[in-house]
Nanobody, 125 residues
Framework: QVQLVESGGGLVQAGGSLRLSCAAS????????MGWFRQAPGKEREFVAV????????YYADSVKGRFTISRDNAKNTVYLQMNSLKAEDTAVYYC??????????????????WGQGTQVTVSS
């Protein structure tokens, strides 16, 4: 079992920045692919970014590429999402998630094994 707790959400003006954190506890953090997803009202949960367990390679949704940066600190059992140049359309509840399957390297929400409770990000235009 892995427990995930997000923090760092809030209200920010368009063009501003926020950094989300996700602290993990339980089984060894370094074994998991760690992803960020978001869900806006009335929309399905969508992939934002992932950092893979081996080598820390990353992948981003086209909508955030160049503006968001995902990183992980295995010593602190924490994954981060630095969000710059925020837009109104980035408003959503942001969730971190852990995928225990080393070979899957998924970007599909339904394939992730553990989820945090979410943190609200609101971008005012």
């Amino acid at each position: 079992q892995v427990q995930l707790v997000e923090s760092g959400g809030g209200l920010v003006q368009a063009g501003g920045s926020l950094r989300l954190s996700c602290a993990a506890s339980g089984r060894p953090f370094s074994n998991y692919h760690m992803g960020w997803f978001r869900q806006a009202p009335g929309k399905e949960r969508e992939f934002v970014a992932v950092t893979y367990s081996s080598g820390g390679s990353t992948y981003y949704a086209d909508s955030v590429k160049g503006r968001f940066t995902i990183s992980r600190d295995n010593a602190k059992n924490t994954v981060y999402l630095q969000m710059n140049s925020l837009k109104a359309e980035d408003t959503a509840v942001y969730y971190c998630a852990a995928d225990a399957d080393y070979y899957r390297r998924s970007r599909e929400a339904y394939e992730y094994d553990y989820w945090g409770q979410g943190t609200q990000v609101t971008v005012s235009s």
